[in-house]
């Protein structure tokens, strides 16, 4: 059937880079609370942002990508 061969590939999943995240912070000047509100985010979620790879929902990698210039590919990692 067509399209049978793409369901048997592995999927990767793409994931927030928290290097990206941390450096993005460090530019901005303004303080995790404050970026995260602009954000609207928790400053905790921020946080944890910050400390490693992780999901995110595609409306908050557009609202970072907006705010820090960068794009939102240049803000992800591919995980297998």
Do not use: C, P
């Not at 450096?23 to 303004?30: A, H, T």
């Not at 979620?45 to 995110?56: E, P, Q, T, V, W």
């Amino acid at each position: 059937k067509k399209g049978e061969g793409f369901m048997k590939k592995k999927v990767k999943k793409a994931l927030l880079n928290h290097e990206k995240i941390a450096e993005i912070v460090k530019e901005s000047g303004l303080t995790q609370e404050e970026l995260a509100k602009i954000w609207g985010i928790t400053d905790r979620y921020l946080r944890n942002l910050k400390s490693k790879d992780a999901d995110i929902s595609l409306s908050l990698a557009y609202i970072i990508s907006e705010y820090s210039g960068k794009s939102i590919n240049s803000l992800l990692t591919i995980n297998a």
